[in-house]
């Protein structure tokens, strides 16, 4: 689907149990309706220089643009961001309205 | 869908028109068939901090990493990333199979 769309790539801290934070997010995902679909993914090519120590993205869609602000002020995803944000190393956000160029059939 | 995702994030050289680097990518995933969808976008949030000077994302979805590695090794797509290269400032790849966690209705 197109929608608003919220993406994470992180590079977390060594000692962090990657596992643990998913299903946080699971979790965060399933309480908020705003989150229309949820996918991730760990980088697998590994190409050093191109992924610049980035190992996961995260990929929230929402309908629009208040659906995303919804769940941003949402107490749970507030809770959330400050377990989140001990277990990164770095961080790149980008929100942005998909345009969808061709589309899944 | 889920499949492979190839996820480029990218901040722009100032004097590129992103316009025409658009055209070539429509382009590019309609002659190239394991492209199976496509979309886009422009951070509007633009929270400096987090963004970290990225302004792009672009996400291509494979069936399969099979598809994937077809697309890389592409004639069009090995062209095209001549001309993408020369217009970045900065890059970060990520290429994984997707886990959906909550899928779009």
New interface residues.
Partial sequence: ??GF?H?V?VKFKEDVVVEDILKG??KL??EIDA???????????G?EM???G????F?M?FED?QGYTAFVGHPCHVEFSTTFSTAIDK???????????????
Same sequence: chains 1, 2.
Avoid: C, N, R, Y
């Avoid at 989150?35 to 090519?45: A, L, M, R, T």
């Avoid at 980035?54 to 993205?57: I, M």
């Avoid at 961080?91 to 059939?105: E, G, H």
């Fill in positions: 689907m197109a769309k993406l790539i997010m699971q995902v399933s989150v229309k679909s949820f996918e991730w993914g760990q980088d697998i090519e190409e191109l992924g610049q980035f190992t996961h993205a990929l869609t643009k961080i790149v956000l980008l929100d942005f309205p998909s345009v969808v160029v061709k589309a899944a059939t």
